[in-house]
């Protein structure tokens, strides 16, 4: 099982990125998806979840700025950020859920930092 995230990286306050996880040797579409970060210091903590229905969740702090999607053709999942913040910075990771025995899986992380 492999989740492999990309499309971290530096950007100013107000800007946008576009964080994608790529998964391989998983039921893609039996997989509940969501991105997950942890700034330095802190715990890591939910950002935004979609179902393997489409349902989907955000964090209170996100709500308006991020977009999660799936392509469950193309075994992806992305998370469309705008207007960072700087309390944005944090290490993005991407989480599986096999939604029949709710085992999770995890990729690396990408680093995402928001300068002001």
């Known amino acids: 099982v492999q989740l492999q995230a990309s499309g971290g990286g530096l950007v100013q306050a107000g800007g946008s990125l576009r964080l994608s996880c790529a998964a391989s040797?998983?039921?893609?579409?039996?997989?509940?998806m969501a991105w997950y970060r942890q700034a330095p210091g802190k715990q890591r903590e939910l950002v935004a979840s979609?179902?393997?229905?489409?349902?989907?969740n955000y964090a209170d702090s996100v709500k308006g700025r991020f977009t999660i999607s799936r392509d469950n053709a193309k075994n992806t999942v992305h998370l469309q950020m705008n207007s960072l913040k700087p309390e944005d910075t944090a290490v993005y990771f991407c989480?599986?859920?096999?939604?029949?025995?709710?085992?999770?899986?995890w990729g690396q992380g990408t680093l995402v930092t928001v300068s002001s």
């Open positions: 979609i179902t393997r229905t489409h349902s989907t």
């Open positions: 040797g998983i039921q893609f579409s039996f997989n509940d």
């Open positions: 989480n599986a859920v096999y939604v029949l025995n709710r085992r999770n899986y």
